[in-house]
C-alpha cells in the first residue's frame, strides 16, 4: 500500500497471538458493543480482522519460510498499524472531498494490466490473495493518499535561488567529480520472495520465471513510448528508487564495474536512451538476482561544477525538496494522529494474554 511507505513501520515486541474471534475479544468494557472481529476504530470507524488478515496473507502468504508465531504476532501489529494510519489518511481525504473516483481507479487499473494477458493478470491476483476488488480498493486508497499529500504538502513546497545557493557553497566539493560520473535511472525486478515491492502497484514477481517475463513486458511498455519514470513508479521492485521515477542519482565509472554486464550496456548509451534487458548478478556466488533496465539521463565528465551549470542547480533543487517533502509529512503525519480517537484492540488483547 502507498501508505507504507509514508509511515514508519514501528518493530514490536509480542507475544504469540492467534486471530480468532475469541482471542480478538478485547478487555475494555466498552468492547460489548462491537463486533468481535473489530481490531481497532479510527474515528469509530471499524478495522476488522478479517481485512487484517488478508492483508497479512496478501504481503507475506507467498514466503515460503513462515515466520515463527512470535515474529507474526510483531507482522500482524506492524500491518494494524499501517491500516490505522492508512484509514486517518482515508478519512482526512474525504473531508476535503479528494477521494479517488471510480474513474482513476478503472484508468489506473487498465494500466495495471497492460502488461500481462487477462489470464496472467488473473493467476497474479490468486497468487497475492486478493480478488478484484480488494486491487481496486487498495488501488482507490493509494491514488486518493497521492491526492491528499499533493494538496496538502507538494503544493506548498517552493525551493528558491536563494537556497539553491547556498546549499551549493556549503557542499560545493560534492560537484567535483574525480572521475566521471553517469546519472542514472533504474526499473529493477527479482524474484526473490523475501523483497516486498516498493512500487505504487504493489506488483511483485513470484518467481525467476515471472521476473523474466515481467522485465520484458516492461522493457516492451517502454519500447511503445512509455515514461521510464512512470514505469519504474508502477513497476519498479526497488524500493529505494522506485518513487522517484527509478533515479539512482549520480554513479561513479567505478562503481559501474562491479556488474560488468550492466557497465557494458550503460556505456553504449546516450543521454535519453535505455538498455535492454541486464541480469543482476551476485559477484560472489554469480548467481542471478534479478533483472534491471537502465536509463542513462546524462553523462558528467570529471572536473568542477559551476552554480551556472543547469544540471547543478536541478540536482540540488530536487534534494532540497525531497527532504522537505519528508519533513513536512512526518509533522503531518504526527499531527493527523494526535488528532485521531484511536482503540487498538488487538494491542489490549495481546497485554492482557501476556500478563497470564
Do not use: W
Amino acid at each position: 500500500m502507498q501508505v507504507e511507505s509514508a509511515f514508519t513501520v514501528r518493530a514490536r515486541s509480542a507475544a504469540f497471538i492467534v486471530l480468532s474471534a475469541t482471542l480478538l475479544i478485547a478487555a475494555s468494557g466498552c468492547r460489548h458493543s462491537l463486533s468481535p472481529d473489530v481490531v481497532a476504530t479510527v474515528n469509530n470507524k471499524e478495522i476488522l480482522g478479517a481485512d487484517l488478515e488478508k492483508y497479512y496473507k496478501a504481503r507475506f502468504g507467498e514466503n515460503p519460510q513462515q515466520p515463527s508465531p512470535e515474529q507474526a504476532s510483531i507482522l500482524h501489529l506492524n500491518l494494524l498499524q499501517q491500516l490505522i494510519d492508512d484509514e486517518i489518511l482515508q478519512q482526512r481525504a474525504a473531508k476535503f472531498n479528494l477521494t479517488a473516483s471510480d474513474e482513476d481507479v478503472n484508468a489506473k487499473l487498465t494500466e495495471m494490466k497492460a502488461p500481462y494477458t487477462q489470464d496472467e493478470f488473473d493467476r497474479s491476483l490468486q497468487q497475492h490473495n486478493q480478488t478484484l476488488d480488494d486491487l481496486k480498493r487498495e488501488v482507490r486508497r493509494q491514488l486518493t493518499t497521492t491526492k491528499l499529500l499533493n494538496k496538502e504538502i507538494e503544493s506548498k513546497i517552493n525551493i528558491t535561488d536563494a537556497q539553491i545557493g547556498a546549499y551549493y557553497t556549503a557542499h560545493k566539493a560534492e560537484f567535483n567529480f574525480i572521475e566521471p560520473q553517469y546519472h542514472l535511472a533504474q526499473i529493477l525486478v527479482t524474484g526473490a520472495p523475501s523483497q516486498q515491492p516498493g512500487n505504487l502497484q504493489n506488483n511483485k514477481a513470484s518467481g525467476d520465471a515471472d521476473a523474466k517475463k515481467k522485465i520484458e513486458a516492461l522493457h516492451t511498455k517502454l519500447d511503445n513510448g512509455e515514461d521510464f519514470g512512470n514505469v519504474a513508479m508502477n513497476f519498479s521492485e526497488d524500493k529505494d528508487t522506485a518513487s522517484s521515477g527509478g533515479d539512482m542519482g549520480f554513479v561513479a565509472d567505478s562503481a559501474l564495474h562491479s556488474q560488468p554486464a550492466a557497465y557494458d550496456s550503460i556505456t553504449k548509451l546516450k543521454p535519453g536512451q535505455f538498455t535492454d534487458v541486464v541480469p543482476i548478478v551476485d559477484p560472489q556466488s554469480h548467481r542471478t538476482m534479478g533483472y534491471a533496465l537502465y536509463k542513462l539521463v546524462s553523462k558528467e565528465v570529471a572536473g568542477q561544477r559551476e552554480l551556472n551549470d543547469p544540471s547543478v542547480q536541478q540536482r540540488i533543487r530536487s534534494g532540497l525538496r525531497e527532504v522537505r517533502a519528508q519533513l513536512l509529512k512526518d509533522a503531518y503525519f504526527e499531527v493527523l494522529r494526535d488528532d485521531a480517537k484511536v482503540h487498538n484492540y488487538l494491542a489490549d488483547q495481546i497485554l492482557k494474554d501476556g500478563a497470564k
